[in-house]
């Protein structure tokens, strides 16, 4: 978390470099800006589920739908991942070895998509 704390600060502090005076090319400025939205979509993701439950408890609506589809925009990712697994599964393919341990595969995504969801909650 410390890291990628780090580095959304240090994407945000590149923004003077989506100026027209940049040198970078559209391309670069794409990344930068691609960059700073997804730093906001978890932010935004809790606070468009507070802002349904609010307007649910003030007029009365059902907001099962919405709640459920921003859920559902926040482990898009975990549910790509864990398809690509199962669809395109090598037989025979060995893991890459590393000197940290760590949890990798469908039972990684999984892991993450838990998180995730924990987190939204907190």
């Known amino acids: 978390m410390n890291r990628l704390s780090r580095w959304i600060r240090g994407d945000w502090q ?5 100026s027209f005076k940049s040198p970078l090319n559209l391309l670069s400025k794409y990344k930068i800006l691609d960059n700073l939205r997804r730093s906001l979509t978890q932010i935004a993701i809790v606070v468009a589920i507070v802002y349904c439950n609010i307007v649910g408890i003030l007029e009365a609506k ?12 926040a482990l898009l990712p975990f549910l790509l991942e ?29 892991l993450r998509a838990i998180l995730t969801l924990r987190l939204l909650t907190l």
């Open 62 to 73: 059902k907001i099962w739908w919405s709640v459920t589809t921003l859920l559902g925009i």
């Open 14 to 18: 590149i923004t003077k470099w989506l």
């Open 82 to 110: 864990i398809m690509n697994a199962c669809i395109f599964r090598k037989e025979g393919e060995e893991k890459q070895k590393t000197f940290a341990p760590k949890i990798s595969g469908m039972k990684g995504s999984l």
